[in-house]
């Protein structure tokens, strides 16, 4: 894995932390938010790739979308 998606993926760590925090809710198990995390940065470079987007600001979409459901 690339340099550039591991910090994509440090980044997405981050953001689930922080919507679950201000959410009120429990923080999952490192490996549980660390998997979610690459899924969801795998997901926003599938819909960059179709849509022609940032995959930073998808990504920061997915993350609110996932937290809320």
């Keep these: 894995m690339g340099f550039f998606k ?3 993926i440090n980044v997405a760590l981050r953001l689930l932390a922080w919507q679950y925090e201000r959410n009120g809710q429990p923080l999952p198990e ?4 660390e998997g979610h ?3 969801l940065v795998d997901d926003a ?3 960059a790739r179709e849509r022609g987007e940032n995959v930073l600001v998808i990504l ?4 609110a979308q996932a937290i809320r459901k």
Excluded: S
């Design 30 to 33: 490192r490996a549980l938010l």
């Design 60 to 63: 920061k979409q997915m993350v």
């Design 45 to 47: 470079h599938r819909i």
């Design 37 to 39: 995390a690459r899924q």
């Design 6 to 8: 591991n910090q994509q």
